[in-house]
């Protein structure tokens, strides 16, 4: 990275909201849920899987993690209605993870159960690691109950392939990422070529346990090492898939869907883009010119 892109780096949090909100567009739906619902639309006309994410993180008001269980509970109806091929993806701070682990847990199990009353699906993203234990936490507890819990595990975190260790033997689902939180090294490896070796490890490991795997990445490498595992562990099209990003990569989208793979678009929508529109940015290695683009009324 070219010091004035670490330059930008270090200045993006004063970089003024309607900036960031114009040159992160492409990584957000929108602030409606309708909007998410066309893209859904297009991208299944393509061929691609989605989940739906609504934005928020960090509530410490119990009304604000209500409103978010409520928000879910109509996107099943509606996903329903309307015949799309998408589940979720939550947040626990969203849910009050922050106020209380037991409040947390019961939104968390009140949404699990209204997906599978339409047979549908809810992943636990993976926050910061102050999450960590109580999000595998979570998850151990409501899984046998409900059954349709994912998982996530990310390959920069040093306790990954410890914490694979833990999933039962049979039914998990788990997505695999890098990880985008800034994590001290103590607890997450730094080098970039360590966190995707971490990354192979990983996934090598989930599919020797048989579970089903989310490949959560954008890195060509990455694509590269995951195709040379399916093949080797001869797994069948339906015990894995590709996730991508809204926004990120669509010529690799395409590549891999027209290989017969599976794959699924993360969608957020929702008012609080801010928090992971910043990370989106963060990780754009062309931040700089967007944001010159952006500041300059170029979008
Ligand atoms: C479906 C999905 C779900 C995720 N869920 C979580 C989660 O629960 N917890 C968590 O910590 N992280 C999550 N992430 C984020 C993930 O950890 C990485 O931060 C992110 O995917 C970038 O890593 P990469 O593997 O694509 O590799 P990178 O090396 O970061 O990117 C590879 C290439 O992809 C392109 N690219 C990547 N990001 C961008 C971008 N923002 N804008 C433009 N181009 C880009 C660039 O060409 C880059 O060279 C998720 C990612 C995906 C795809």
């Known amino acids: 990275m070219s010091l004035f892109s670490r330059l930008v780096l270090i200045t993006l949090p004063l970089v003024p909201k309607f900036v960031v909100g114009r040159v992160a567009s492409r990584y957000v739906a929108g602030e409606r849920r309708e909007e998410a619902f066309e893209i859904i639309q297009r991208l299944n006309a393509s061929g691609a899987m989605a989940t739906l994410d609504l934005l928020g993180e960090e509530v410490t008001e119990r009304s604000k ?134 990354f192979v490890a990983a996934l090598d490991k989930l599919m020797r346990q048989g579970v089903y795997v989310g490949i959560a990445t954008h890195d060509e490498y990455l694509v590269c090492a995951a195709r040379e595992l399916i093949d080797r562990h001869r797994l069948a099209r339906d015990r894995y898939e590709f996730q991508m990003l809204l926004g990120v990569d669509e010529e690799l989208r395409g590549i891999l869907l027209a290989e017969g793979h599976k794959l699924r678009v993360y969608v957020p929508y929702g008012r609080d883009w801010y928090a992971y529109s910043m990370r989106r940015l963060r990780e754009n290695p062309e931040v700089a010119r967007h944001i010159i683009r952006g500041t300059l009324g170029l979008g």
């Open 65 to 198: 993690a209500a409103a978010a269980v409520d928000e879910y509970l109509r996107l099943f109806e509606e996903i329903e209605s309307r015949g799309l091929d998408c589940n979720v993806s939550i947040k626990l701070t969203l849910l009050g993870l922050e106020i209380d682990e037991a409040f947390c847990r019961d939104n968390v199990g009140r949404i699990a159960a209204a997906a599978a009353g339409q047979g549908n699906f809810v992943r636990l993203d993976m926050e910061d690691r102050t999450t960590t234990d109580a999000t595998l936490r979570i998850y151990h507890e409501l899984q046998p109950r409900h059954g349709n819990l994912g998982v996530v595990f990310q390959s920069y975190m040093r306790r990954t392939l410890g914490d694979i260790d833990g999933l039962p033997a049979e039914g998990a689902n788990a997505r695999l990422c890098k990880g985008i939180y800034i994590e001290p090294r103590t607890a997450a490896w730094k080098g970039f070529d360590t966190v995707r070796r971490n």
